[in-house]
C-alpha cells in the first residue's frame, strides 16, 4: 500500500493551495480518506475527512475555508485549502481508513507566512 501526497509549499497568508494523495494497492473507493496535519511538538490533528460514500466532516478551524473531495477513477482525495492562515502551517499527511485497517501518507509540508 501506498500514499502519495504533493501539492504542499509556501503561500503568502490569505492564499490557496490544493493537496493531492493518490493511493495504489487498497480498493480506494472503500476507504474513508482523512487528512491530518503536524506542527513539531503537536499531536497530529484531524483536518477533515470523506467517507466512501462522500459524506464529509471538518475540524471547526478549517470549515468554510477548506473542502475535501474525492475521485474514486484516479484513486485520489483532494483538499482545497483556501484563505490561509499563518496557523494552518504544519505537516499534512493523508490516510485511508477501513475498519482496523489504516494506512498513513509520507507527508507534505504547507507553510503560510503572514
Known amino acids: 500500500v501506498q500514499l502519495q501526497a504533493s501539492g504542499g509549499g509556501l503561500v503568502q497568508a490569505g492564499g490557496s493551495l490544493r493537496l493531492s494523495c493518490t493511493a495504489s494497492g487498497i480498493i480506494f473507493s472503500h476507504y474513508r480518506m482523512g487528512w491530518y496535519r503536524q506542527v513539531p511538538g503537536n499531536q497530529r490533528e484531524l483536518v477533515a475527512y470523506i467517507e466512501s460514500g462522500e459524506s464529509t466532516n471538518y475540524a471547526d478551524s478549517v470549515k468554510g475555508r477548506f473542502t475535501i473531495s474525492r475521485d474514486n477513477a484516479k484513486n485520489t482525495v483532494y483538499l482545497q485549502m483556501n484563505s490561509l492562515k499563518p496557523e494552518d502551517t504544519a505537516v499534512y499527511y493523508c490516510?485511508?481508513?477501513?475498519?482496523?485497517?489504516?494506512?498513513w501518507g509520507q507527508g507534505t509540508q504547507v507553510t503560510v507566512s503572514s
Open positions: 490516510r485511508a481508513s477501513l475498519a482496523i485497517l489504516y494506512y
